[in-house]
């Protein structure tokens, strides 16, 4: 059964260092959503992509994230520099592009932990 | 703007007792809703929406606009039920983003 991937699983980094985060989405899904869930809240949408295009990145802290989605495919998350306050799962979901609804597949998440 | 409120983190029951977990939304439009679960180790994934009006693993939750809930509901509990749920909201239309509560741990006990 084909699943969204994420890489690498867990990161510990130190503050004011850059991070990346990569995911694969299902194949043929043409929308992929990041989101960021803070311990003991719920994901929450950081940016989402429609094909290659940013569809909402209303909540992304732009003055240290970044996301990109070159060929439409698979994404990358990137934060430059990382604060302690970024320590959080990150969550990577991708749905397909027909019908009234689509549901939305998670990955299994980057764990980040900013010292 | 859009809310979903889950008013307990937590929700304790033995093996056949009652379950309901609570949500509450805000939401100018007509709004989509729906459980995701989250069992121990396992990614988060959809356990039911209520445009479908189903019923998924005895689980089910019917939309009151008047009180704007959603509240998930199960007859008898099982202890393969145990996992943290969360209950989500989106605009009607596809490929809209999800707001999420911020989620209940459900642990049944044997």
């Known amino acids: 059964e084909a699943e969204v991937a994420q890489s690498p699983r867990y990161k510990i980094t130190e503050k004011s260092q850059a991070v990346a985060f990569w995911c694969d989405p299902i194949s043929g899904h043409a929308t992929l959503y990041w989101y960021r869930q803070i311990l003991g809240q719920g994901p929450e949408l950081l940016v989402q992509f429609q094909d290659e295009s940013v569809v909402d990145d209303s909540q992304l802290p732009k003055d240290r994230f970044s996301a990109e989605r070159l060929k439409g495919v698979d994404s990358t998350l990137k934060i430059q520099p990382a604060e302690l306050g970024d320590s959080a799962m990150y969550l990577c979901a991708s749905s397909f592009d027909r019908g009234a609804y689509n549901e939305q597949f998670f990955g299994p998440g980057t764990r980040l932990t900013v010292l | 703007a859009q809310r979903v409120t889950q008013p307990e983190k937590l929700l304790s029951v033995f093996k056949g007792a009652p379950v309901e977990l609570k949500c509450n939304y805000s939401y100018s439009g007509s709004p989509e809703l729906f459980w995701y679960v989250q069992y121990s180790r396992q990614r988060l994934q959809l356990l039911l929406r209520?445009?479908s009006r189903e019923s998924i693993k005895g689980f089910t939750a019917d939309l009151n606009k008047g009180e704007t809930s959603f509240h998930l509901k199960k007859p008898f509990a099982q202890e393969e039920d145990s996992a943290m749920y969360y209950c989500?909201?989106?605009?009607?239309?596809?490929?809209?983003?999800?707001?999420f509560g911020k989620g209940i741990t459900l642990s049944v006990r044997p």
């Open positions: 989500a909201l989106s605009a009607t239309g596809a490929n809209s983003k999800l707001t």
């Open positions: 209520h445009i």
